[in-house]
């Protein structure tokens, strides 16, 4: 039910600002994927959430994504998907200046 109510309200956002919420929409869902063991289906959604915050100069969200999914991977026991996203996630923090971030992966999760 909260999944719900949170879908509707970014769906709503996403009409009025695309920019600003398309990535967060993604984000969700492949969170939501995630959560149901659709592997597959969570990966797009990873990659595409990434993508869109990328091409948008959202160098937090794409961060985020990206570290989302290599925990994603992180929990599925994949190490080597992990990794790379994990990677991915701290050259777009530090490219965003969040170096504090950046060396927070390094020293809780592989990279």
């Not at 990873?46 to 999914?69: F, I, M």
Request: charged share 25%.
């Amino acid at each position: 039910v909260l999944y719900n109510k949170v879908v509707e309200e970014t769906q709503k956002r996403a009409k009025h600002a695309p920019c600003n919420a398309n990535s967060k929409m993604l984000l969700l869902e492949a969170e939501y994927f995630s959560l149901m063991k659709e592997d597959d289906k969570a990966r797009t959604k990873y990659d595409e959430a990434a993508a869109v915050a990328g091409g948008n100069g959202l160098l937090q969200e794409q961060a985020l994504a990206y570290e989302k999914a290599g925990i994603h991977y992180l929990d599925r026991g994949n190490e080597s998907q992990a990794s790379h996203y994990f990677g991915k996630a701290h050259n777009a923090y530090l490219e965003w200046g969040a170096k504090g971030k950046a060396n927070h992966l390094c020293t809780h999760y592989p990279l």
